[in-house]
């Protein structure tokens, strides 16, 4: 069974940093390319970044470009997401997700249950 | 404001049709095949209903089907059932920018009457 366990939501400050891990299980990690999504309070999905299988080809929402770094530890099963120059914008329930095998980077076939990332002073 | 547009709430009856339509751009909808529709009840995680425009994953009721004509995109649900009154949302490959490369629809809120 696929699981994805996401960590390190927590209150943070205006500009402040943080960042975020998603532990993968029950399936082989390194081929599959995986994703953060995240969802403000009361409002829709927003799509933030994606990684490739390696690692080395990586993508980003202009909103969070230049302050967030996606990255991933094949030999960990672990996907990260460096939050930096946080602003209250960026308070949201953050996913990482899976992508669906053999399709295209919009098929996500596995979520974590998300973690809270909450900006205030 | 999203990069796709979705009604915000669509309503019917048990027993009826309904579609949903998600009108993006020819850098997304309709440059490429792959939009895809998520089924999102209240505090939990979305669910995979459609990929690809069409092709609905194993376990997905067929009920739900997707289908697109230019740059719009629409997910039709069939013989509407109380237990699909949720939110949808749809999601589409971009080259709009440098950096993005998926984007997704407001949502729409599905209330089965």
Same mark, same amino acid.
């Given at each position: 069974? !696929?699981? /994805?366990?996401?960590?390190? %939501?927590?209150?943070?400050?205006?500009?402040? *940093?943080?960042?975020?891990?998603?532990?993968? &299980?029950?399936?082989?990690?390194?081929?599959?390319?995986?994703?953060?999504?995240?969802?403000?309070?009361?409002?829709?999905?927003?799509? !933030?970044? /994606?990684?490739?299988?390696? %690692?080395?080809?990586?993508?980003?929402?202009? *909103?969070?470009?230049?302050?967030?770094?996606? &990255?991933?530890?094949?030999?960990?099963?672990?996907?990260?997401?460096?939050?930096?120059?946080?602003?209250?914008?960026?308070?949201?329930?953050?996913?990482?997700?899976?992508?669906?095998?053999?399709?295209?980077?919009?098929?996500?076939?596995?979520?974590?249950?998300?973690?809270?990332?909450?900006?205030?002073? | 404001?999203?990069?796709?547009?979705?009604?915000?709430?669509?309503?019917?009856?048990?027993?009826?049709?309904?579609?949903?339509?998600?009108?993006?751009?020819?850098?997304?909808?309709?440059?490429?095949?792959?939009?895809?529709?998520?089924?999102?009840?209240?505090?939990?995680?979305?669910?995979?209903?459609?990929?690809?425009?069409?092709?609905?994953?194993?376990?997905?009721?067929?009920?739900?089907?997707?289908?697109?004509?230019?740059?719009?995109?629409?997910?039709?649900?069939?013989?509407?059932?109380?237990?699909?009154?949720?939110?949808?949302?749809?999601?589409?490959?971009?080259?709009?920018?440098?950096?993005?490369?998926?984007?997704?629809?407001?949502?729409?809120?599905?209330?089965?009457?």
């Amino acid at each position: 069974e !696929v699981q /994805l366990v996401e960590s390190g %939501g927590v209150v943070v400050q205006p500009g402040g *940093s943080l960042r975020l891990s998603c532990a993968a &299980s029950g399936f082989t990690f390194r081929d599959f390319s995986m994703h953060w999504v995240r969802q403000r309070p009361g409002k829709g999905l927003e799509w !933030v970044s /994606l990684i490739n299988r390696n %690692g080395r080809t990586t993508y980003y929402a202009d *909103s969070v470009k230049g302050r967030f770094t996606i &990255s991933r530890d094949n030999s960990k099963n672990s996907l990260y997401l460096q939050l930096n120059s946080l602003t209250t914008e960026d308070s949201a329930l953050y996913y990482c997700v899976k992508e669906k095998w053999g399709s295209s980077w919009t098929a996500y076939d596995s979520w974590g249950q998300g973690t809270l990332v909450f900006v205030s002073s | 404001q999203s990069a796709l547009t979705q009604p915000a709430s669509v309503s019917g009856s048990p027993g009826q049709s309904i579609a949903i339509s998600c009108t993006g751009t020819s850098s997304d909808i309709g440059g490429y095949n792959y939009v895809s529709w998520y089924q999102q009840y209240p505090g939990k995680a979305p669910k995979l209903i459609i990929y690809d425009v069409s092709n609905r994953p194993s376990g997905v009721s067929d009920r739900f089907s997707g289908s697109k004509s230019g740059n719009t995109a629409s997910l039709t649900i069939s013989g509407l059932q109380t237990e699909d009154e949720a939110d949808y949302y749809c999601t589409s490959y971009t080259t709009r920018t440098t950096l993005e490369r998926v984007v997704f629809g407001g949502g729409t809120k599905l209330t089965v009457l």
